[in-house]
């Protein structure tokens, strides 16, 4: 018997990985809503709708870029803070990429950004002027 001779075998369908079937209502319901867990990082809302999708008009790495810019803005409770690349990376953003996407944040109005020879740029986070 060869290998294309063997009938194949499918995972169960039944929402199970182990082919028991799922049953949802064993689940423990939640009374608050879901929080991360402490010392665990999060993006301090709530963040504006328009924002986002004013920056996801532009890229996907404008996105990102953004969403590491509203994580630090509520670290800091500022809305001005320094760009950490670091936090860029840990999202798979590389620096070129967060520079890019930082000049395109800019010309769309979103943010505004002082550049430094040799630091980090200091971003400062806009209100989103969409126009209907």
């Known amino acids: 018997m060869s290998l294309s001779d063997k009938p ?3 995972p169960p369908t039944n929402g199970s990985r182990f082919g028991r079937p799922l049953d949802l209502t064993a689940l ?5 809503p879901l929080r991360h867990r402490r010392g665990k990082r999060f993006i301090w809302g709530p963040i504006p709708w328009d924002w986002l999708t004013a920056a996801a008009e532009l890229s996907c790495s404008c996105v990102l ?3 590491v810019l509203w994580h ?27 520079y890019r996407a930082l000049v395109a944040l800019e010309s769309d109005g979103l943010v505004a950004v002082d550049r430094g020879r040799g630091r980090c740029p200091v971003v400062t986070i806009l209100d989103a002027q969409i126009e209907n």
Do not use: Q
């Open 72 to 98: 630090l803005a509520g670290l800091r409770k500022s809305s001005r803070v320094k760009f950490e690349y670091g936090r860029a990376a840990e999202l798979g953003v590389p620096r070129s990429t967060v």
């Open 8 to 10: 194949k075998t499918y």
């Open 65 to 67: 870029v953004g969403l």
């Open 28 to 32: 423990p319901k939640r009374k608050r």
